[in-house]
Nanobody, 122 residues
Framework: VQLQACGGGLVQAGGSLRLSCAASGRTVSRYAMGWLRRAPGKEREFVAAISWSGGSTNYADSVKGRFTISRDNAKNTGYLQMNSLKPEDTAVYSC????????????????WGQGTQVTVSS
């Protein structure tokens, strides 16, 4: 399975971005999907996750109410809509999938995409 994340960029505080994570090589409709990020000098941290059906979502407290995770299994693609962005959201964002994930545990994800840089200016 290959995961391709895109949609990052430079945005002013208060702005929005939509990240996409396209999967290829295998249908991933049975995999849960997560987004995690790593800011400069910090550990990787969980952002959001969604169940394979899309019926269950999980968010880090720091992004609740601002970010929305979704997926379109027909397109083998997941999304992360990010609104009201803050400078502290600046990080490399990576998508990952797993059959049985513990959202906050990066080791529980089976496949990872490359990261996409999100930079929020103040």
């Amino acid at each position: 399975v290959q995961l391709q994340a895109c949609g990052g960029g430079l945005v002013q505080a208060g702005g929005s971005l939509r990240l996409s994570c396209a999967a290829s090589g295998r249908t991933v409709s049975r995999y849960a999907m997560g987004w995690l990020r790593r800011a400069p000098g910090k550990e990787r941290e969980f952002v959001a996750a969604i169940s394979w059906s899309g019926g269950s979502t999980n968010y880090a407290d720091s992004v609740k109410g601002r970010f929305t995770i979704s997926r379109d299994n027909a397109k083998n693609t997941g999304y992360l809509q990010m609104n009201s962005l803050k400078p502290e959201d600046t990080a490399v964002y990576s998508c990952a999938i797993g059959l049985k994930i513990k959202p906050y545990d990066s080791g529980s994800y089976n496949y990872w995409g490359q990261g996409t840089q999100v930079t929020v200016s103040s």
